[in-house]
């Protein structure tokens, strides 16, 4: 059960004011009744809303993938640099959240959403869903670098679980990861005396960047994604 007002606030209806006032003027009816009052608990699978005679269709959740581009925050306030929900300002009625976070200078896949359970899940380790992480060096990858990425490594709050690495070239790796700890990769790199010097995260679980989508343009996840992501 959620309050009339914010669920019409929700949906883009208007902002919390706007909605009030529909409500009070007597736009919005219930199940065929007109409901005056905008704290009313309504249920969202079963009550049927209208506003001015015309049905309110729900949208329990967003879930939107974006390509992060550079200089922006995960964050949802900008300061030095712009947050990334300005670049999804059609959603600013909605509660939404970047599920983890990346660098102002990490680019590539991110996900945003008002479903705290959602990212929960994408965000515990101990689902072990896999991230990509396409990662330029500094240096030539060695034997030895690898080694130690893919053994686990120990840092001041926690060990890293075992890492694949795929050499796509000698300064160019595919490292996957099952944690998301603050600077994870590139402290990772830089414990195994590499450095990065540009990062992109290209998958999560079986969800890869949608190859379509430039840096700063952004979709909704469909429904089997979403799914996928959860069984993941
Ligand atoms: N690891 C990092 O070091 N930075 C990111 O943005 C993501 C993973």
């Known amino acids: 059960m959620i309050r009339l007002d914010k669920l019409l606030a929700n949906e883009g209806y208007g902002t919390r004011k706007e909605v009030k006032k529909l409500i009070r003027d007597g736009f919005v009816e219930i199940n065929g009744e007109v409901c005056k009052k905008d704290d009313r608990k309504v249920d969202e699978e079963n009550d049927q809303i209208t506003i001015d005679g015309e049905l309110v269709t729900f949208h329990k959740n967003v879930y939107i993938m974006m390509n992060k581009p550079e200089q922006t925050l995960c964050s949802n306030e900008s300061t030095k640099y712009p947050s990334v929900l300005e670049y999804i300002s059609e959603y600013a009625h909605r509660d939404l959240f970047t599920v983890g976070r990346l660098d102002v200078d990490t680019v590539g896949l991110l996900l945003i959403t008002d479903d705290g359970d959602f990212a929960h899940h994408i965000i515990s380790p101990s689902h072990h869903l896999e991230k990509i992480y396409e990662v330029h060096l500094q240096e030539a990858i060695t034997d030895e670098m690898i080694e130690g990425l893919e053994n686990g490594l120990e840092f001041k709050e926690f060990t890293s679980m075992p890492a694949k690495v795929e050499a796509i070239s000698s300064h160019l790796i595919h490292l996957t990861i099952m944690e998301g700890k603050f ?50």
Do not use: C, F, W
């Open 183 to 232: 600077h994870q990769v590139k402290r990772m790199l830089h414990a195994v005396g590499n450095e990065v010097v540009a990062l992109k995260r290209l998958q999560i679980g079986n969800l890869v960047l949608d190859p379509s989508l430039q840096e700063g343009d952004y979709r909704e996840l469909t429904q089997e994604e979403i799914a996928d992501l959860l069984e993941g």
